[in-house]
């Protein structure tokens, strides 16, 4: 089959750093191709080089047989090749007419037709998002579907999706894959950018793996299992991406629940966890997961439900609370609510507890400060430049080990983590289930929320469902599938249980 794109012997360099060492790269058009690797593989350079944003040192780019010399962006959206990128450029004081035909908005403007013309292609996508609503008004998957409407507007026979589902629920990321299904129906030839394999094999039909700004091979889909392409991108099989498993044995409750409720989202959860043990919470996004955890936690207010510790009811109203009672949590938005960006590294990784670290008059004991961040960054394997620099430079995977390093010097007795490797790479995945596992074999005990079905599998000791604020059920490691995860998840139980429980 002809090729739609060739990508011949890409090379791209930053000063000393080799990012690109003559990759290869091909798409057919009416395929999806999903390109993989971990955070710094050079995909997403590839694909800024196919789209006109970078300019190769040497190589080749054809798009439907002909050589091109992308110098800038628009050279590459006029011929048709348009990037869907994770963080979205639209002007969101716009509508969303405006947005789709930015482009070629005339300066005598029909609104009627300007506006039915985005209806047509909107409504072409499977969804029906009102033409004259302001962007920012949008849910994100909305906004997505504009940008997917201003790529189609423009023609686009090239359309990569770069990490599309990470910032969506589920419902919404099954609607968009819907709609790749149908670009690749019309002839639009997709290139699929995910951390999430479990997506990549629904939807791709080939499949390439980067490592180390080269390409190391390109299967059909149908060809190989994930275990395969999680060797190809990291040397490691899925069993081994979870680490050994450290001998637990699990000791006495740690943490007990009993009918927590906020009066909305969180309806009468009760909920136990021992020393030793991860416990996983599953469902869909808007189930209540993060929800219950921030009430427990004391960033939400509880109105009715007991919080007991080691056995003892414990009054916790505020973060604060929580902290001085044993509680860490890694929350969902590490960006948001785990980090202060533009703090140093050492500043974010000792803020949970200072008391150690000053002195009699309250000021830092600043070598104090370094010997104790120092041993953490070891400790997680920190990949940094200086403990000095600001959070905001590290890769999210980096990112991520600063905030579990705050909590490891918390030293408390629960930790909860949400969605532990959201938008992190295979390799740092590893890294961090390795340390959710060391936790609880030194006799913590563990909470993990995640969308993803197989970090729960892989993880946990127990998976407990949730579905529209309640429990649902509860499923034991020889019953872990999906089937039997999303039927607890998405079915109405016939009557639902006062306890999920150890005991």
Known sequence: MDQLVELTGIRKNFGGVKALQGVDFGLRPGE????????????????RVL???????????????????????????????????????????????????????????????????????????????????????????????????????????????DEPTAVLSVQDAERLLGIIRSLRDRGVGVIYISHRLDEVFRIADRITVMKDGASVQTVERSAVEIDDVIRMMVGRSLKALFGEDVARTPGDEVLRVEKLSDGNRVKGVSLSVRAGEIIGLGGLVGAGRTELVRLIFGAEQAKSGQIFIHGKPVKIRTPVDAVNAGIGLVPESRKEQGLILDFPIRVNATMAKLTPLVNLFGFIRRAAEKATVSDLAAKLRLKAGSLNDPASSLSGGNQQKVVLAKWFHADGDILIFDEPTRGVDVGAKTEIYSLIKSLAAEGRAVLVISSEHLELFGLCDRILIMREGQLTGSLEPEDYTEEKLLKLAMVAPKAQPQTVSNH
Do not use: C
């Open 32 to 47: 999806v191709h999903a390109l993989l690797g971990e955070n710094g593989a050079g995909k997403s350079t590839l694909m």
């Open 51 to 161: 789209g006109g944003e970078y300019v190769p040192e040497a190589g080749t780019v054809k798009v439907g047989g002909d050589v091109q010399h992308f110098r800038r962006p628009s050279d590459a959206l006029e011929k048709g090749i348009a990037i869907i990128h994770q963080e979205m450029a639209l002007a969101t004081d716009l509508t969303v007419a405006e947005n789709i035909f930015l482009s070629e908005i005339p300066s005598i403007i029909s609104w009627s037709d300007l506006n039915r013309r985005a209806r047509e292609l909107i409504t072409s996508l499977g969804f029906n998002i009102n033409p004259g609503e302001t962007v920012s008004e949008l849910s994100v998957a909305h906004q997505q579907v504009v940008e997917i409407a201003k790529a189609l507007s423009r023609n686009a026979r090239v359309m990569v999706f």
